[in-house]
């Protein structure tokens, strides 16, 4: 019976099998909202062994969604790529943590659909800020994910100029920036930001005060096409204009201010810190104010 179904539904059965969501296969690392671990596409990869054809229409499905970490494996996919172009056609999300050698400029040139980057700035000193320099600019992202860890070397440093460098001046398609909670270095990356062709900011809500308060919201406000910004986590609708019109932000841009929930808002950590908001902005803290207020899926202040 297989053998009549349309090649795009077939492709849509194994997708649905053998791959996480793009969402999930990009989630932050530091993500409170992350309760496990996604399992390895190898272990839905011998549904490719029901037949040729099966295996003709799914093998691409390995490569849509790339998490290159050591330059060994960056090497090996390279390899892949180069032996079958049509491979490098079906990579749609990279997520990058390290593995970023000579080799990772052959990924880029091989792989010219990137949608989605998730850029881990987790560089370990041996890695080559050239091969950076040269294979970036070939990608073109419309969706990019920035997230910072709790260490910092020379080559952190530089990689995170060169990523600012492809935002402002590179990567014309890019409509959507996303940080991670409290992320390092994000004065220099709003300068960045003003300057780009996104639309979209993503960021937690916990991190909106300090940002309101130092002028950081504010020069992300600059962007001449920004026309919105998603926060995720539990802020009140009340609590939150308070902190932006404090800020000395104009009700026209508090209007592109959103909230989006996040899994973890429904836990012990999501009411500690509504109520502590709460005890902040000296506003009256009460067990039905611990929850967050939701007109859908997107709470506009």
């Not at 390995?62 to 490098?88: P, R």
């Not at 916990?206 to 940002?211: E, I, M, N, T, V």
């Not at 009411?271 to 803290?285: A, C, F, I, Q």
Request: charge should be neutral.
């Amino acid at each position: 019976m297989e053998a009549h179904l349309p090649e795009e539904l077939l492709r849509e059965i194994l997708a649905y099998n053998m791959l996480p969501t793009h969402s999930d296969f990009l989630r932050f690392h530091n993500d409170y909202a992350e309760r496990y671990r996604l399992p390895p596409i190898s272990r839905y990869s011998h549904l490719l062994l029901v037949s040729k054809r099966w295996l003709r229409v799914g093998t691409p499905l390995l490569y849509e969604c790339l998490h290159l970490a050591t330059d060994e494996q960056t090497a090996a996919v390279a390899k892949v790529l180069s032996a079958n172009t049509q491979l490098g056609l079906a990579v749609r999300c990279l997520k990058l943590e390290g593995g970023l050698q000579g080799s990772f400029v052959d990924v880029a040139k091989l792989a010219p659909r990137v949608h989605s980057i998730l850029f881990v700035f987790r560089m370990k000193p041996t890695d080559n800020i050239p091969v950076l320099r040269e294979a970036l600019p070939l990608l073109n992202p419309a969706f990019l994910q920035l997230e910072t860890v709790n260490y910092h070397n020379k080559t952190i440093s530089e990689a995170r100029k060169l990523v600012y460098a492809c935002i402002k001046n590179s990567w014309k398609s890019l409509r959507t920036v996303a940080v991670s909670d409290s992320y390092q270095d994000m004065w220099s990356l709003a300068g960045v930001l003003a300057e780009s062709s996104i639309e979209e900011f993503r960021c937690r809500a916990a991190d909106l005060r300090g940002w309101s308060r130092d002028g950081t919201l504010q020069t992300v406000l600059h962007c001449p096409g920004l026309r919105r910004i998603i926060c995720a986590g539990g802020l009140r609708v009340e609590a939150s204009r308070k902190i932006l019109e404090n800020g000395g932000i104009s009700n026209a841009d508090i209007d592109k201010v959103g909230f989006v929930p996040h899994s973890w808002d429904d836990g012990e950590m999501g009411n500690w810190l509504l109520v502590m908001l709460d005890m902040r902005e000296g506003l009256p803290s009460s067990a039905q104010a611990q929850a967050p207020r939701w007109d859908s899926k997107l709470c506009v202040i």
